[in-house]
């Protein structure tokens, strides 16, 4: 049973930065692209970073610029450093696993439980 485990939400000034991090249990670490998608009160989840296994990203329009998605393979883990953060990025930040399935095209296979941010003076 594959499992992903998120910390590092908290509460934060606008301006400020936190750190995600999501750790995978099991064996679909090296093959599976990793990501963040995030889903604020009343609005649909939205994509915000995503790392493929060669280590080529992909960001929301609204977060580019800002946030950096990494991962360490040796650690199973993904990050998500988050820099500048605005009140707009307030959401519950979820942690994914996606599986290839054919060229150019991944399914989401594994969700975390999701971690809280708050931008908020």
């Known amino acids: 049973q594959v499992q992903l485990v998120e910390s590092g939400g908290g509460l934060v000034q606008p301006g400020g930065s936190l750190r995600l991090s999501c750790t995978a249990s099991g064996s679909i670490f090296n093959t599976y692209a990793m990501g963040w998608y995030r889903q604020a009160p009343g609005k649909e989840r939205e994509l915000v970073a995503i790392i493929r296994t060669e280590s080529s990203a992909n960001y929301g329009a609204s977060v580019k610029g800002r946030f950096t998605i990494s991962r360490d393979n040796a650690e199973n883990t993904v990050y998500l450093q988050m820099n500048s953060l605005k009140p707009e990025d307030t959401a519950v930040y979820y942690c994914?696993?996606?599986?290839?399935?054919?060229?150019?095209?991944?399914?989401?296979?594994?969700w975390g439980q999701g971690t809280q941010v708050t931008v908020s003076s």
């Open positions: 994914v696993a996606d599986r290839k399935v054919a060229d150019g095209v991944w399914m989401h296979e594994y």
